[in-house]
């Protein structure tokens, strides 16, 4: 058989039906005492007949949060980078940015400077849109217009407490956000419970937050903020699901002296099943463990990492699947009632 190799280094990618494209950060030390210089290199393959043919290398200035911040439509790929530092309050503090690049890779349109001292923690492209979640101490969600590739525009942008880590899109007017709530405390913001928004962005100019929900306080967690693979969603079903680890608080005292957020005792790791209506917002059906009650009673206050803990949720028919490193269990998806388990045995 005749293999053929393209040898070198790459961070993240995105793959459409009809390219592949790799991306590469450097840096370049200033000097002088400057801010080093950050740039993204994009490499770009054809795929044509399962043949992976190189087409040629763009670049554009600021470094990439994840495969999110990449995507092709037609002719054009768009990226989304931040350059500098959100903690520098000079010249060289952060700013995010949005490029178009055509065919050959070069640069056609862009917005510059975007949100300066916050840096991205999300982005989504849909169609003509996209959609930019930046943060410092709020929540900018920004609205862009990608319909002219020459002259890409903001169209509105919505400032809330919290931020998003992944923006999934329900429809073309709904995008569902999780992230954290937070509080500014003195001109610092703290991370409290994980936070699930949908957003309504109907009217571009002017978009909202329709619903919220708080998921637990200071500490809690759920992999599908590091990980789009751990979110379960299916309209077709009615449900969204994901992995929580939820640290809690006891008392009404949420806030210590100072007026800064307690962390929350452990209190529970599982899968939180939701409803998902655009009318009524998120609506809990119900939770589900693979730890036992003495699991809970060892962990204590503490979270700790645990072979029982789910980290993936899936359907087959009328069954919801949990997975942990150590058990599957089969519940049922309407009542979320247990069907069966399987204990993995340890190596």
Same mark, same amino acid.
């Given at each position: 058989?005749?293999?053929?190799?393209y040898?070198?280094?790459?961070?993240?990618?995105?793959?459409?039906?009809?390219?592949?494209?790799?991306?590469?950060?450097?840096?370049?030390?200033?000097?002088?005492?400057?801010?080093?210089?950050?740039?993204?290199?994009? #490499?770009?393959?054809?795929? +044509? %007949?399962?043949?992976?043919?190189?087409? $040629? /290398?763009?670049? &554009?200035?600021?470094?990439?949060?994840?495969?999110?911040?990449?995507?092709?439509?037609g002719?054009?790929?768009?990226?989304?980078?931040?350059?500098?530092?959100?903690?520098?309050?000079?010249?060289?503090?952060?700013?995010?940015?949005?490029?178009?690049?055509?065919?050959?890779?070069?640069?056609?349109?862009?917005i510059?400077?975007?949100?300066?001292?916050?840096?991205?923690?999300?982005?989504?492209?849909?169609?003509?849109r996209?959609?930019?979640?930046?943060?410092?101490?709020?929540?900018?969600?920004?609205?862009?217009?990608?319909?002219?590739?020459?002259?890409?525009?903001?169209l509105?942008?919505?400032?809330?407490?919290?931020?998003?880590? #992944?923006?999934?899109?329900? +429809? %073309?007017?709904?995008?569902?956000g999780? $992230? /954290?709530?937070t &509080?500014?405390?003195?001109?610092?913001?703290?991370?409290?419970?994980?936070?699930?928004?949908?957003?309504?962005?109907?009217?571009?100019?002017?978009?909202?937050q329709?619903?919220?929900?708080?998921?637990?306080?200071?500490?809690?967690?759920?992999?599908?903020?590091?990980?789009?693979?751990?979110?379960?969603?299916?309209?077709?079903?009615?449900?969204?699901?994901?992995?929580?680890?939820v640290?809690?608080?006891?008392?009404?005292?949420?806030f210590?002296?100072?007026?800064?957020?307690?962390?929350?005792?452990?209190?529970?790791?599982?899968?939180?099943?939701?409803?998902?209506?655009?009318?009524?917002?998120f609506?809990?059906?119900?939770?589900?463990?693979?730890?036992?009650?003495?699991?809970?009673?060892?962990?204590?206050?503490?979270?700790?990492?645990?072979?029982?803990?789910?980290?993936?949720?899936?359907?087959?028919?009328?069954?919801?699947?949990?997975?942990?490193?150590?058990m599957?269990?089969a519940?049922?998806?309407?009542?979320?009632?247990?069907?069966?388990?399987?204990?993995?045995?340890?190596?």
């Amino acid at each position: 058989a005749n293999v053929t190799a393209y040898l070198g280094s790459g961070q993240d990618i995105y793959v459409s039906q009809k390219n592949l494209y790799v991306t590469m950060g450097t840096y370049t030390p200033a000097a002088g005492g400057g801010e080093m210089k950050e740039k993204t290199l994009v #490499y770009k393959f054809a795929l +044509d %007949e399962g043949n992976v043919v190189y087409q $040629g /290398k763009g670049e &554009v200035p600021g470094r990439l949060l994840n495969q999110f911040s990449m995507d092709e439509s037609g002719d054009y790929f768009r990226i989304a980078t931040t350059t500098g530092q959100a903690w520098r309050n000079d010249e060289f503090t952060s700013r995010n940015n949005i490029y178009v690049l055509d065919e050959m890779l070069e640069i056609t349109g862009k917005i510059e400077d975007i949100a300066p001292g916050e840096q991205i923690y999300s982005v989504r492209f849909m169609g003509n849109r996209a959609y930019m979640v930046t943060f410092k101490t709020t929540d900018p969600l920004f609205v862009i217009d990608l319909a002219d590739p020459a002259s890409p525009k903001i169209l509105g942008a919505l400032k809330i407490p919290g931020y998003s880590d #992944y923006l999934y899109p329900y +429809d %073309e007017n709904h995008i569902i956000g999780f $992230g /954290k709530d937070t &509080v500014e405390v003195k001109g610092q913001a703290y991370y409290l419970g994980m936070k699930i928004a949908l957003f309504d962005v109907t009217d571009v100019s002017n978009p909202v937050q329709k619903f919220s929900k708080i998921i637990g306080d200071r500490g809690t967690e759920s992999e599908v903020l590091r990980n789009h693979k751990a979110l379960l969603f299916s309209k077709e079903k009615g449900i969204m699901a994901f992995p929580v680890t939820v640290m809690e608080v006891k008392g009404e005292n949420k806030f210590n002296s100072p007026g800064i957020p307690e962390y929350g005792q452990f209190t529970f790791q599982g899968a939180y099943v939701y409803e998902v209506d655009i009318e009524k917002g998120f609506i809990l059906k119900g939770r589900i463990t693979h730890l036992s009650n003495e699991d809970y009673l060892k962990a204590g206050r503490d979270c700790y990492e645990n072979d029982k803990n789910i980290n993936r949720i899936l359907y087959i028919k009328d069954v919801l699947y949990t997975l942990s490193n150590s058990m599957v269990k089969a519940s049922g998806l309407a009542d979320l009632e247990e069907i069966n388990q399987v204990v993995i045995p340890a190596n």
